[in-house]
T-cell receptor, first 110, second 115 residues
Framework: KQEVTQIPAALSVPEGENLVLNCSFT??????LQWFRQDPGKGLTSLLL?????REQTSGRLNASLDKSSGRSTLYIAASQPGDSATYLC?????????FGGGTRLMVKP | EAQVTQNPRYLITVTGKKLTVTCSQN?????MSWYRQDPGLGLRQIYY???????DKGDVPEGYKVSRKEKRNFPLILESPSPNQTSLYFC??????????????FGPGTRLTVL
């Protein structure tokens, strides 16, 4: 059964720092991996989707990488801002179903 | 505006009283899914549907039913709710081709309390 782990569970950084969020999964037979953002009490917003054949995807200050063989993905956030404060979740699609990690709660302090 | 809507957004009910949470999407997506989110347990998939009349169990389907009679709607039915179904529920939709799910779009969530 696919298991997805996110480390760290929580992270607090000063504004302007570059940071990396980690996601690991146990079964490398995946179709894609998605990163989401969730604000308190709100739904999830998709940030990036990486197909299994891709190594990375970029959107603005966000860059996500995927290493299927090692079962790892990272989300890089450049020049963090207080508005980036949220919970970030990764999810893997291993065929019709998404398995989510527990999330990383990010706090960016002004 | 492309969106996934859920109703109701908040619901307090009592044990055993049947309820339905509706989910509708206007993006003509093939794939729809229901999740529940609980502290310490994260997001877990309840049921999903690859297309009209095609549904399948996720990780935690016990106590839930779904139907997909139309492409845009995917209601979640609790025939006899119990307190352990108190949770935050999310519906999502995505383009689904060849068994591969594209970017998922989530609804705003339904907070359910079962007394």
């Amino acid at each position: 059964k696919q298991e997805v782990t996110q480390i760290p569970a929580a992270l607090s950084v000063p504004e302007g720092e570059n940071l990396v969020l980690n996601c690991s999964f146990t079964d490398s037979a995946i179709y894609n991996l998605q990163w989401f953002r969730q604000d308190p009490g709100k739904g999830l917003t998709s940030l990036l989707l990486i197909q299994s054949s891709q190594r990375e995807q970029t959107s603005g200050r966000l860059n996500a990488s995927l290493d299927k063989s090692s079962g790892r993905s990272t989300l890089y956030i450049a020049a963090s801002q207080p508005g980036d404060s949220a919970t970030y979740l990764c999810a893997v699609d291993a065929g019709n179903m998404l398995t989510f990690g527990g999330g990383t709660r990010l706090m960016v302090k002004p | 505006e492309a969106q996934v809507t859920q109703n109701p957004r908040y619901l307090i009910t009592v044990t055993g009283k049947k309820l339905t949470v509706t989910c509708s999407q206007n993006m003509n997506h093939e794939y729809m899914s229901w999740y529940r989110q609980d502290p310490g347990l994260g997001l877990r998939q309840i049921y999903y549907s690859m297309n009209v009349e095609v549904t399948d169990k996720g990780d935690v389907p016990e106590g839930y039913k779904v139907s997909r009679k139309e492409k845009r709607n995917f209601p979640l039915i609790l025939e006899s709710p119990s307190p352990n179904q108190t949770s935050l529920y999310f519906c999502a939709s995505a383009i689904g081709r060849g068994g591969i799910i594209d970017t998922q779009y989530f609804g705003p969530g339904t907070r359910l309390t079962v007394l």
